[in-house]
Structure formats: C-alpha cells, structure tokens
C-alpha cells in the first residue's frame, strides 16, 4: 500500500493506492472495481479535483482543494491526499504528533512535516464523510448503505430548466 524503506522512511505511492487508504480509513470499500470503475487509468495519475469529486461522491465521501501552504503550517483538515510535482501521491491519515502524519493505520508509517514539504507538495486534497440519506428514521452516522436518488430524478434535476423549455416547445407543436 505505501512505500516504507528500510530505515523507516515512508515514501509517495501511486494515487490509487493513497485513495484506497483513505477510503479504507473512512470504514468504505477498498475494492478497485468499486472504487475506479468507469474511470480511464490515465485520468487516475494526478486527478483533479473534479475527478476527485466524482470518485469520491460513489462512496459517501466530500473533497477539498486545499493549498500547499496550509499543509506546510500545519493547518490542514485530516485525512488528506497529497500530490507531488515529481509524480506520486501520499494519504495523511491523522496526525501522530505535534509535526507529523500518520500515513497508515497501525504502528510505522510516519512522516515528519519537514520530510513532506521537501518532497514539493504540488496540490492538497482534504476528505470528509457525507451523508446523503433521505430516510425517515433520524440515526446519523449509523447508515448500513449510501441511500441514492431514483436514478431518473438524478438526470433531470441538473437540467429541469431545459426539460421544462422542450415541455412547452412540444405543448404548443
């Protein structure tokens, strides 16, 4: 999943890998099927953000763009995705002191902030869970499945201004 040297050392991995452990971080699937079906491979080597927001709303989950300088004072919402200007991705889970990040779960797999801002930080993606559930019962937090929209009423509500202009086109033809 992520790269950790001999010596301890974590080093960047490719996106995939990064937004697995995040996904796997937030209690959602790590399955790549689920997770990046439908998405052409070179679109996954340094995604966008709109990209990020289209894999992420699959699995219940919001991004952010954040900048590089808010990762280098430390003022970043975790977990994090970060990309850098020589290829490659990290996933900051939590913080495992006062400057640095735990990039796994367990024990290992720490980065010192210093260590980070010298593998030259190209772009920050900060994630957080949603829900999105439209049920009756009011438990928050504790739903077994992403409740989505009918998938019609999910086509026509982005564009209900036009479907109501061909609507009174095809009344008075």
């Known amino acids: 999943m992520l790269d ?8 960047a991995t ?10 796997v971080h937030f209690g959602r699937t790590s399955s ?3 997770l990046f079906s439908g998405v052409p491979k070179e679109n996954l080597v340094e ?4 990209e990020l927001q289209r894999l992420s709303e699959r699995i219940g989950m919001e ?34 002191g006062a400057s640095s990040y735990r990039t796994r779960a367990g024990e290992g797999g720490v980065i010192d902030r210093h260590a980070l801002l010298a593998m030259r930080p190209k772009s920050v993606f900060a994630f957080s869970l949603t829900y999105n559930n439209h049920s009756e019962a009011a438990t928050v937090g504790l739903a077994q499945e ?3 929209r009918h998938w019609l009423i999910s086509t026509l509500v982005p564009f209900w201004r036009s479907y109501i202009q061909v609507a009174i086109a095809a009344f008075f033809i």
């Open 47 to 50: 995604p966008t953000l709109e």
């Open 14 to 23: 490719d996106f995939l890998a990064a937004f697995r452990a995040i996904s």
């Open 4 to 11: 950790t040297r001999s010596d301890g050392t974590v080093t």
């Open 63 to 96: 991004v952010i763009e954040r900048s590089p300088g808010a990762l280098s004072s430390g003022n970043v919402e975790l977990p994090v995705i970060v990309l850098f200007e020589g290829g490659g991705a990290l996933a900051l889970l939590e913080a495992a």
């Open 32 to 34: 790549d099927v689920v």
């Open 146 to 148: 992403i409740e989505r």
